[in-house]
């Protein structure tokens, strides 16, 4: 037990790999281990695209912002949500599905983090490391179109994985006090918490970079929410079967 908590609390994102192949059994056993993630009512809505062929990783390295580790990685995978092969179900047994309800989109994208979470925890207890490549939602109709993704399916990220030529140290996260809560939401001394936290990641960052970097938790919070969250994905998602009744 301590083992898997240790491993759980030395993740850190790994963006440079050596030239090391992943085996393919060794990839397929990760992945066949991870599909025992908690999945809601058995529907397991998730599909994995792995891309190995470099002149699609180098499109999809552009169309993720130019993110060079998509293409030197030993594998890129792509998660989807998946409600197409839901619908097929249904299908097989002459059953309409309803389509376009929020919850079946929180379901099909709930079941894609945990089994894509499933997959980095069980890379790194062989030794490999990886990334989420959020990125993969900047464009992410020309990444359907790419990979012939079909309707009710959507691309929710990308993970690179590989073995690490360079570890960073990890990052410290959020005090316990501000993220569990006893019996109700009290956020009395939360501000004081978060202002103490502030100094915990400007220290980190100032000797991660030997000084060039000091930027506080809530500054970098501040400054990635003053700017549109990817305001194209609404349009997109209601385009791909998601319209969110």
């Not at 580790?69 to 409600?83: G, R, S, T």
């Not at 009395?188 to 970097?213: M, Q």
Request: proline letters at 3%; a neutral charge; aromatic letters at 8%.
């Amino acid at each position: 037990m301590d083992s898997v908590l240790e491993l759980l609390k030395s993740h850190t994102s790994v963006r440079n790999f050596t030239e090391k192949q992943i085996d393919d059994q060794l990839l397929n056993q990760i992945i066949q281990s991870s599909q025992y993630a908690s999945t809601s009512s058995h529907i397991q809505a998730y599909t994995i695209i792995r891309v190995k062929d470099q002149a699609k990783k180098q499109t999809l390295a552009a169309l993720v912002g130019d993110q060079k580790y998509v293409v030197e990685c030993p594998v890129f995978l792509v998660f989807c949500a998946d409600l197409n092969r839901l619908e097929k179900a249904c299908n097989m047994n002459n059953v309409e599905i309803e389509k376009g309800y929020t919850e079946t989109f929180i379901l099909a994208t709930v079941d894609t983090a945990l089994v894509a979470q499933n997959i980095m925890i069980g890379a790194e207890s062989v030794g490999l490391g990886g990334v989420y490549i959020g990125g993969i939602r900047n464009n992410p109709q020309e990444v359907c179109q790419l990979l012939q993704i079909p309707h009710h399916v959507y691309p929710v990220f990308g993970m690179c994985l590989g073995y690490p030529k360079k570890i960073n140290g990890t990052k410290p996260r959020l005090p316990l006090s501000l993220v569990l809560k006893e019996e109700s939401y009290n956020t009395d001394g939360d501000e004081e918490r978060l202002r103490e936290y502030d100094t915990l990641i400007s220290n980190y960052y100032k000797k991660r970079t030997n000084n060039v970097r000091s930027t506080t938790w809530t500054e970098g919070v501040s400054t990635l929410l003053a700017g549109k969250q990817r305001p194209h994905m609404r349009e997109f998602l209601d385009s791909k079967g998601f319209s969110m009744k």
